[in-house]
């Protein structure tokens, strides 16, 4: 069991910046990849990020590359979610996600362990 608990969401202006963070609870940490969905209002939730156990390999949704960037930090046993030039469509809730699989990463059926979720709203 790896518990996840993400931090770092706010209020931020269109333009601006957030840096999300997933705290894990188990020193395992490093055998997972792992993912960032979001769901915003009356949507269904959708994939934004995923980063392999080691960090070696990264996948990004169309709507974020460019603006966000994810990292982990196996040490710390937390994994980030790094948003720069935000927009008002960037507002939802934000989830980090664990999974075993090697693939299939924007598919949230393959995560097997999922945090809290942390708002974040971006002002026009």
């Known amino acids: 069991q790896v518990q996840l608990v993400e931090s770092g969401g706010g209020l931020v202006q269109a333009g601006g910046s957030l840096r999300l963070s997933c705290a894990a609870s188990?020193?395992?940490?490093?055998?997972?990849?792992m993912g960032w969905f979001r769901q915003a209002p009356g949507k269904e939730r959708e994939f934004v990020s995923a980063?392999?156990?080691?960090?070696?390999?990264?996948q990004y949704a169309d709507s974020v590359k460019g603006r966000f960037t994810i990292s982990r930090d196996n040490a710390k046993i937390t994994v980030y979610l790094q948003m720069n030039s935000l927009k008002p469509e960037d507002t939802a809730v934000y989830y980090c996600?664990?999974?075993?699989?090697?693939?299939?990463?924007?598919?949230?059926?393959?995560?097997?362990?999922w945090g809290q979720g942390t708002q974040v709203i971006v002002s026009s």
């Open positions: 980063i392999t156990w080691n960090g070696g390999a990264t």
């Open positions: 188990r020193r395992t940490f490093s055998n997972y990849n």
């Open positions: 996600a664990a999974t075993t699989v090697l693939y299939g990463w924007d598919a949230e059926n393959n995560y097997n362990y």
